[in-house]
């Protein structure tokens, strides 16, 4: 047995574009006179995001998912789970697809699937929509990751890795799918400004097993950061699901990533120095600063994550497969270190060789 391997990754955007210009405007809209235009635009340029891809982006001629509010709230939940689901499963369906050709597998001789996602809820949701929409075997064996936050795509990769441990034969389609943009906030805290400005749509979606060729899941670990847990929180409101996002998350990565991650690779015999590639989840610019920093790492080493954020924002837990992708079309040497953050503080890590 070879495995876990990754056989085949796939990504998907909506394609409603949402560029640092187009949004300023929304951002006027949804915010209190109390929150100055220049923050906006000071927050719009300091994300390091040129575009995101959103499935609620204004289109002329149709009605704003986001009209103006006096009472400050938006959008009821209902209405914003009703707008993730018929955006989610299109999405989750595209990205699984690719995945399946890449790995050159038959939806048919799929034996489980792994979903992740903590921006919607719904029963059936997309474990079993992949199921109807692939054509995957109705005896498939489900398991969903759910409201686990940005890591949550490596908590997925463990599952299907385990399964693969288990069963030589098992073939595991795992799929993360987010709609972050049906979550935009209305008010003026500015850890929610900071969130509307980051956060945005996307899927992405892996074929793992151990029969055939790909990168090995070597590894996984956690990590829950002392004396965080008030820095990073995600909760179901009366009005989309609402983030906590506290100043300190990059001094406290900084402080702490870096033992962590040295002890993770010292346990396989193996060193920052001689690390090929380096996927950060990239919660934002200062994220990827205190990671290299901690790791004493050169800024070259956060050009995949900077990219992804770039071109398409933060996508929750769909965004370290995106990174993972562009390191393997880019040929990246292996080992790669995955890992990404989420409420807690927690970390997760992922070491693929």
Partial sequence: MSGPLLLGLG??????????????????????????????ERLAR????????CDTADRPGEPTFYPPDPQGHG?????????????ARPLAA??????????G??????????TAS???FEAPGPDQWLVGDLALPPTVRRTHVGFMGCHAAVNALAVAASLVLSDPDARVLVCCVEIC?????YGERLDRLIANTLFADGAAAAVVG?????????????????????QMAWTVGDHGFEMTLGARVPEILQARVGPWIRGVLDRHGLSVAGTGGWAIHPGGPRVIEAVLASLELPESCGAASREVLRDFGNMSSATLLFILERLQRAGVPRPWMGMAFGPGLAGESVLVT
């Fill in 94 to 103: 595209k990205a699984a697809g690719k995945a399946l050709a890449a790995a």
């Fill in 118 to 120: 903590c921006t919607g």
């Fill in 105 to 114: 597998i038959a939806p048919g001789r799929i034996t489980h699937v792994v």
């Fill in 75 to 87: 959008p009821s939940t209902t209405a914003r789970m009703a707008r993730f689901s018929g955006a």
């Fill in 210 to 230: 151990s029969q055939g060729h790909g990168p090995c899941l070597q590894a996984f670990d956690s990590v829950l950061l002392p004396d965080s847990p008030d």
């Fill in 46 to 53: 300091r994300s390091g995001i040129e575009r995101r891809h």
């Fill in 181 to 185: 943009s049906v979550h935009l906030h």
């Fill in 11 to 40: 990504t998907a955007v909506p394609d409603r574009v949402m560029r640092q210009a187009d949004w300023v405007p929304i951002a006027d809209r949804i915010a209190p006179a109390s929150v100055d235009r220049a923050v906006t």
